[in-house]
């Protein structure tokens, strides 16, 4: 049997669980609403999933508070939350091909990228801040000898996680892991495009061993579970990842309930910058990748291409050529490279983009709109605009999508003016032979990752992160688990 009629036979057993998970339970909503799932490539109906509310984000908030307050979790050893967590780990191993389906089949991306990416990504993400929990330490001060000044970590209380489609498991890795590492009790709301994966997890949490009411999942719209939740008076912090505007309104909602803490990964237009010594070769397939991959729905795709004036347009014929390795597909199919984009609302956006670039006057190289023959699915061309100007909408905006824009350039100093005039600030690479002109750049450039004759590199190690309005705060690295702490400080007079 070949691999594609295997993933369809599977694909075709796959039940999905549909109920919320509060306190260690799948139950129903209060109001028993519900909401369909649908799959991107066929327009088909996955599943009828449980809609939550205020109600619902209520009680599992209720069950957070008590399973924190009860201390089985928040007080338990950490080497035995450690081993709890690495169970997770193995067993999201054990269901790859479950969790892989069911992302492909809500968020349409290709099944590879899952078995190769997001899935053991995810794991991993569960090793890693397993490995960092009795690696907090606490610290004595250099005091008055009459004092013994003691700075100690705890858990905050409730953490909420509130995730985007775009990589539906791992999103929810990256926020519950560390929140749950720290000791912390999390609600989580997946996005409602893509709310099925989330619900393997809490099945999963239970077989190893996380006790009831520690991870509670609530699905549901962001209008009103979302807000609910960012608003609710019980809340400790806000983890959120998604767009800037939702981004905003968490800050908003803090301000407007508790104080709580916010951490926002939100949006980017991330420049990768290629100077005229640069490996072209090697550059282009960076470039290539770096705005196809996951259809382009990636936050730090690198979506404007910052070419100097003397490669410009063999970069521009070189990228067409090697941009044939994206081709829509069927996501089920292995050798699939492009899916198809979560939902016709987010293909009717894209489209417009293209259409706005044609408008303002961008030259079509490649794609520019949606391909022959597969119009069940939210399909995209994979598109590439050149002689693209700062001014233009497709030079500002976040498209998310497959659409790139190349704009040329004179000299380093232009490229990182025009690099930097943007709202974002999370990904950018530069390519180029020249070590100063790397570092010099690399000190310029007003992003939380830097590449250099990379893109999309990185370990558990790396902040991920942004800077201005790609939001405040880290994914992966230790310093997260930091940002899922309170600092107390005990002062003992010693008389
Ligand atoms: P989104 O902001 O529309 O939704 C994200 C989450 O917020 C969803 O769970 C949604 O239900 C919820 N939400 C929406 N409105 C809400 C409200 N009023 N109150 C409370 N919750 C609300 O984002 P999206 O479309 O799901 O994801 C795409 C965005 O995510 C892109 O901008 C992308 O750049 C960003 N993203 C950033 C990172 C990063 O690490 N920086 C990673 C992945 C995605």
Redesign the pocket.
């Known amino acids: 049997m070949n691999d594609t009629k295997r993933w369809h036979e599977l694909a075709a057993k796959v039940k999905p669980e549909t109920c919320l998970f509060i306190d260690g339970k799948f139950v129903d909503a209060v109001d028993s609403q519900r909401f369909t799932t649908f799959n991107p490539a066929t327009g088909q109906p996955i599943a009828e999933m449980v809609r939550g509310n205020a109600a619902d984000v209520d009680l599992a908030v209720k069950a957070a508070r008590r399973a924190y307050k009860s201390g089985v979790w928040s007080r338990m050893a950490p080497r035995e939350r450690m081993d709890i967590l690495y169970r997770v780990a193995r067993l999201i191993e054990d269901h790859a091909d479950e969790f892989a389906l069911l992302d492909c089949l809500d968020m349409g991306k290709s099944i590879s990228e899952l078995t190769g990416g997001d899935v053991p990504f995810s794991a991993l993400t569960f090793q890693y801040f397993a490995e960092t929990i009795d690696k907090i330490d606490g610290m004595v001060t250099n005091t008055d000898r009459s004092a013994l000044h003691m700075i100690v970590r705890e858990p905050l209380g409730v953490v909420a996680c ?6 539906p498991l791992m ?1 929810a890795a ?1 926020k519950v892991a560390p929140a749950l590492a720290a000791g912390n009790s999390v609600v989580l ?5 893509t709310p099925t994966s989330a619900l393997l997890l809490a099945r999963i949490f239970a077989e190893a061993g996380v006790p009831d009411g520690v991870f509670n999942v609530v699905n ?4 009103d ?3 609910a ?2 608003l609710h008076m019980d809340v400790d912090k806000i983890s ?8 905003k ?2 800050m908003v ?1 803090s301000g407007q309930s508790n104080m709580k803490k916010v951490t926002t ?4 237009k991330s420049p990768q910058i290629i100077m005229g010594d640069a490996d072209l070769d090697t550059a282009v397939t960076y470039a290539v990748n770096g705005i196809f991959t996951n259809q382009g ?4 795709a690198g979506s404007r291409l910052l070419v100097h004036e003397s490669v410009y347009e063999e970069f521009v014929e070189k990228f067409a050529i090697e941009a044939q390795r994206f081709q829509p597909g069927d996501p089920l199919d292995p050798a699939t490279t492009m899916g198809p984009l979560v939902t016709q609302e987010q293909q009717r956006k894209v489209l417009g983009y293209i259409d706005s670039a044609k408008s303002e006057g961008a030259k079509l190289v490649i794609g520019g709109g949606r391909p022959s023959g597969m119009d069940a699915g939210n399909y995209v061309q994979p598109t590439l605009f050149k002689d693209v100007k700062e001014s233009m909408t497709i030079a500002r905006e ?1 498209i ?1 999508g497959p659409v790139g824009a190349v704009i040329p350039f004179k000299t380093g100093e232009e490229a990182i003016a025009i690099a930097n005039n943007s709202i974002y600030g ?1 990904g950018s690479s530069i390519w180029t032979k020249d070590l100063n002109t790397a570092h010099r750049m690399a000190r310029d450039i007003e992003a939380g990752l830097v590449w250099i004759n990379c893109y999309e590199h990185g370990d558990m190690t790396q902040p ?3 800077y201005k309005q ?2 405040q705060g880290r ?1 992966k690295c230790f310093e997260t688990m930091l940002a899922h702490m309170q600092t107390k400080s005990v002062w003992i007079n010693l008389g």
Request: charged share 20%; with cysteine.
């Open positions: 509130v995730t985007p489609w775009n990589y999103m990256w709301k997946p996005a409602e495009q549901g719209y962001g209008e579970a979302g807000r939740l960012a959120f990842t998604g767009s800037t505007e939702v981004g309104l968490m909602y990964e939100c949006g980017g729905e990636v936050c730090s976040e998310f999370l991920w992160g942004g790609s939001g994914d």
